[in-house]
């Protein structure tokens, strides 16, 4: 089985959405959902994603777009994968011209702040093993 995993480059300093990511890090602990957090500069940060196994999104708002169904789907997917999936949000600043070769993820056309993408991210892989699983959770 295919864990699921999301790099934050640099901390959550923001204290409302450090405690949401928190949250929802907690529910999705028994998912096999992890979230790692990178310090290091931003080529450095890319090169150590690149290095690990598996397959590898970059959140960014020219990525591909999903609802929350689709998502769900590919997120079952994933986790049925051999291989773990990994996700990463950019700095504050974006990917910039970084990681062109890399395919995308975008939670919306919208531009968001990176500490807040990252709360969004984790509330809807929440959403999706919640759909998976059946629960009135997704209410669409």
Do not use: C
């Not at 929802?24 to 790692?36: C, D, I, K, P, T």
């Not at 959140?59 to 999903?66: F, K, R, V």
């Not at 997917?77 to 970084?98: C, R």
Request: glycine share 8%; aromatic share 10%.
């Amino acid at each position: 089985m295919g864990r699921l995993h999301l790099h934050l480059h640099g901390r959550i300093k923001d204290s409302s959405l450090k405690s949401l990511a928190q949250t929802y890090e907690a529910r999705l602990q028994q998912s096999g959902v992890s979230v790692h957090i990178h310090t290091e500069d931003l080529q450095k940060y890319l090169s150590k994603l690149e290095a690990m196994n598996g397959q590898l999104f970059l959140l960014d708002e020219h990525g591909s777009t999903y609802d929350s169904i689709k998502f769900a789907e590919k997120v079952r997917a994933w986790t049925l994968l051999s291989d773990d999936t990994h996700f990463a949000v950019g700095p504050a600043e974006g990917w910039g011209g970084h990681g062109q070769h890399l395919p995308r993820i975008s939670l919306s056309e919208m531009t968001f702040p990176h500490e807040f993408a990252a709360v969004l991210f984790l509330e809807q892989l929440y959403r999706s093993y919640q759909i998976i699983k059946g629960t009135s959770y997704h209410k669409a």
